[in-house]
C-alpha cells in the first residue's frame, strides 16, 4: 500500500471517531455554504428590486427636479450623447406626458421603446408588446383592473383610438397604474417628435452607478440632472454591507467551531495514537512522515466533511429555500470558500497535534497506557 | 567486528536523582545472541533503549552498528536501517491489518507498494501466519501477534534485534515457540539478537547472559552459558 493510499484510508480506521469528525466539520461547511447562498440569493433579489428593470438611475431635463416623471422635456437627442459617456452600458428614453386617457381627463401617458421594456421595469402579464408608432397601448395591471379594460378593448387617448394589445405587471405601482405605449406615438400625440422626458441608464457590470451619474453631471450638469435615488442606493449598500458583514460573522463562527471542532478530534486522535506513533517512531519513522501523516489525515477528514457538507448547505437551501420565500443563489465563489477554509482547517487542526506527537520522546510515547 | 562497543555510559533521570545507568560497558560481537537481565528498575530496559536509539545517554560513548549513536542527528534512519524491535506487548497498530503492520517500517524504504507486500507476505510466511495477513491483529492470539512483531522487527532487513521482554506477556508453551522461531531467525538471517528479560530460563539460551544491577552490568557473561538446558 502507497503511503498516500496509507494516509488516505487511515482515519476511516476509527470509523467512530470519523464520523464525528466529519459530522462535527460538515456542520460548519453547511452553515457557510447554506448562508453564502442565502445572502447571495438576497443580494441579487434586493439589487432586482432596487435597479428599475436593470436601470440604474434616470436622468431628467435640469427644470423637472427630482420628478421622475415630470412633464418638461429635454431633447432626444440626449439619449445617444449618453450612452457615449464612460460606464454606461445602454441608456433608453422615456417620454412621460399627462393628456386624456379614456374616462380620465388627465392621465399618465408613458411612451418608451419596445425594446426598452426591461428597463421601465415591467413584464407582460397577458397579450404582447404594442407595435412601434401603431395606437396600440398597454395597461399597468392596477389601472385595467380599476377602469375594467381587458385586452382587445378600444381606449381613447387625446382624441385619437388606441388598442389594448397587453397588460403588464410592475413591482413599481407608479408603472402599473400606467398606461405605455411607443414612444414615437408619444411625441406624435404631443407633436413633438424631437422631445423625450427622462433617460433611463444602466451602467457597465463592475462599475459604480454613482460614478457614472457624477461623470456625467460633470460632463452634461448645466443641461440634465442624473436621479440616482440617493437615498435608496446608500440604504441599499448599507443593508447589504450588514448582510455580508453578518454572513462572516456567522461563517466565521461556523469556521471557529469547525476548526476547534477538527483540533480535538486530532488531538484525541494522536492521544489514542501516543503509542503507536511511539512504535512508528522506534521503527525509524523521520518526524516529518509522521507530521504528513498526521496533517494528511487530518486534511482527508476536512475534504470529505467539505464535500459532504456543501452538498448538504446546497440542496437543503435549494429545497427549502423558496418553501419560505428566499431564492439562494449559489456561485463556484462559495464553494471555492467552504473548500478553501476546510483545508485551512485542516492544516491547522492537523498541525498542532502533529507537533505535539512528534515532540513526544519515543520511550515516554511507548509506555503510554 | 562488533555490533555494540559501549564505554563509561551514564543516564540519569528527574534531574540525576534516578540513575538508570551508572558507568556501563559492554560489548557484543556481530551475530552473537546476547541477554541481559536484571530485576525491575536495574536499567536494563534503558541500555535497550541506548542501543536502539531511542533514548540518548548523558556521557560515555555508545556505537551500535558501526554508528556513533551520541552525536548523530539521523537516528530514525539508524532505527530504519540498521535496528529491529520486539517489544513484550508487541505493539502492533490494532486497526490495520497484519499484513500492513508488517509494511510499516518499510514506508522508511523506497520500495514500491508491491515490493512491500511481497515482502511483507514473505517474513510472514516465514513466521507461519501468511494465511492470517488480512486480518485484524486483535484476531490474533498473543502468541500469534508476536510473531507478527518478530516479523514486523525483520522488515528493513536489520543487523541487529532488540527485543524487550518478547514472552513476557505468554504462557510458558508459546514463549517456548516464540523463543525457538527467534533464534531460528537470528541464525539463518545471521542477525545480533540482544534479548532483555527478567526470566533466566530465557536468559539461559543467549550465547553470553549479561547481568545489570542498579544501573551497572555486573556479570558481562560468559561461554559457559552457551546454549539452554531448558527445551526449546
Known amino acids: 500500500m502507497s503511503f498516500l493510499k496509507f494516509i488516505l484510508k487511515n482515519p476511516f480506521r476509527r470509523k467512530t471517531s470519523a464520523f464525528l469528525a466529519i459530522v462535527g466539520i460538515a456542520i460548519g461547511i453547511i452553515v457557510i455554504v447554506a448562508l453564502g447562498g442565502i445572502t447571495d440569493g438576497l443580494v441579487n433579489t434586493f439589487e432586482d428590486t432596487i435597479h428599475a428593470g436593470g436601470a440604474d438611475f434616470q436622468i431628467s431635463g435640469k427644470e423637472t427636479g427630482d420628478s421622475a416623471y415630470g412633464t418638461n422635456t429635454i431633447d432626444a437627442s440626449w439619449t445617444d450623447k449618453i450612452s457615449n459617456v464612460s460606464g454606461v452600458e445602454e441608456a433608453y428614453p422615456i417620454y412621460v406626458v399627462l393628456t386624456s386617457v379614456g374616462d380620465d381627463y388627465m392621465n399618465t401617458l408613458i411612451g418608451i421603446n419596445p425594446d426598452g421594456t426591461q428597463l421601465a421595469d415591467i413584464s407582460m402579464k397577458e397579450g404582447r408588446l404594442f407595435e412601434n408608432n401603431a395606437n396600440e397601448v398597454i395597461l399597468g395591471e392596477i389601472y385595467a383592473d380599476d377602469n375594467g379594460y381587458k385586452i382587445g378593448d378600444n381606449i381613447e387617448i387625446d382624441s385619437e383610438n388606441f388598442e389594448v394589445v397587453g397588460i403588464f405587471e410592475s413591482g413599481d405601482s407608479n408603472m402599473a397604474g400606467g398606461v405605455f405605449t411607443s414612444i414615437s406615438k408619444v411625441g406624435e400625440l404631443m407633436d413633438d417628435e424631437d422631445s423625450i422626458s427622462n433617460i433611463y441608464v444602466k451602467v457597465n457590470k463592475g462599475e459604480d452607478p454613482q460614478t457614472v451619474a457624477d461623470r456625467i453631471d460633470a460632463q452634461y450638469g448645466d443641461n440634465i440632472t442624473t436621479i440616482t435615488s440617493v437615498m435608496e442606493m446608500e440604504q441599499m449598500a448599507d443593508m447589504l454591507n450588514m448582510l455580508q458583514a453578518s454572513t462572516w460573522a456567522i461563517s466565521l463562527l461556523a469556521i471557529v467551531v469547525g476548526g476547534l471542532g477538527i483540533i480535538n478530534t486530532m488531538l484525541m486522535s494522536v492521544f489514542e495514537r501516543t503509542r503507536e506513533i511511539g512504535v512508528l517512531k522506534a521503527v525509524g519513522w523521520s518526524n516529518t512522515k509522521i507530521l504528513t501523516m498526521i496533517v494528511g489525515e487530518s486534511l482527508v477528514i476536512t475534504i470529505v466533511s467539505a464535500i459532504i457538507g456543501s452538498l448538504i448547505g446546497f440542496l437543503a437551501c435549494t429545497l427549502l429555500g423558496p418553501q419560505i420565500g428566499i431564492e439562494p443563489l449559489f456561485t463556484p465563489k462559495i464553494f471555492i470558500q467552504a473548500f478553501s477554509i476546510a483545508i485551512v482547517v485542516g492544516i491547522i487542526g492537523g498541525l498542532y497535534p502533529a507537533i505535539k506527537a512528534v515532540r513526544l520522546p519515543p520511550t515516554e510515547a511507548l509506555r503510554y497506557e | ?232
Do not use: C
Open chain 2, 1 to 232: 567486528m562488533n555490533a555494540v562497543e559501549i564505554k563509561d555510559l551514564y543516564k540519569s533521570y528527574e534531574n540525576g536523582k534516578i540513575k538508570a545507568l551508572n558507568g556501563v560497558n559492554l560489548t557484543v560481537k556481530d551475530g552473537e545472541f546476547v541477554s541481559i537481565i536484571g530485576p525491575s528498575g536495574s536499567g536494563k530496559s534503558t541500555l535497550l533503549n541506548m542501543l536502539g536509539a531511542l533514548d540518548v545517554p548523558d556521557s560515555g560513548s555508545i556505537e551500535v552498528a558501526g554508528q556513533n549513536l551520541n552525536n548523530s542527528k539521523k537516528l530514525n534512519e539508524f532505527r530504519a536501517e540498521k535496528i529491529g524491535f520486539i517489544f513484550q506487548l508487541h505493539n502492533l497498530i490494532p486497526n490495520i491489518s497484519v499484513v500492513e503492520n508488517i509494511e510499516i517500517p518499510m514506508y522508511t524504504q523506497k520500495l514500491s507498494s508491491k515490493e512491500m507486500r511481497k515482502k511483507a507476505l514473505k517474513l510472514l510466511d516465514d513466521v507461519g501466519l501468511k494465511e492470517k495477513a488480512k486480518i485484524l491483529p486483535n484476531k490474533l492470539s498473543g502468541g500469534e501477534r508476536q510473531r507478527v512483531a518478530i516479523a514486523r522487527a525483520l522488515a528493513n532487513d536489520p543487523s541487529i534485534i532488540l527485543a524487550d521482554e518478547p514472552t513476557g506477556s505468554l504462557d510458558s508453551k508459546t514463549s517456548s515457540k516464540i523463543l525457538r522461531q527467534l533464534i531460528e531467525l537470528h541464525e539463518s538471517k545471521k542477525v545480533t539478537l540482544i534479548i532483555v528479560t527478567h526470566d533466566m530460563d530465557v536468559a539461559k539460551l543467549a550465547n553470553r547472559v549479561i547481568e545489570v544491577l542498579d544501573g551497572e552490568i555486573i556479570s558481562a557473561g560468559d561461554d559457559s552459558l552457551i546454549n539452554s538446558k531448558i527445551d526449546v
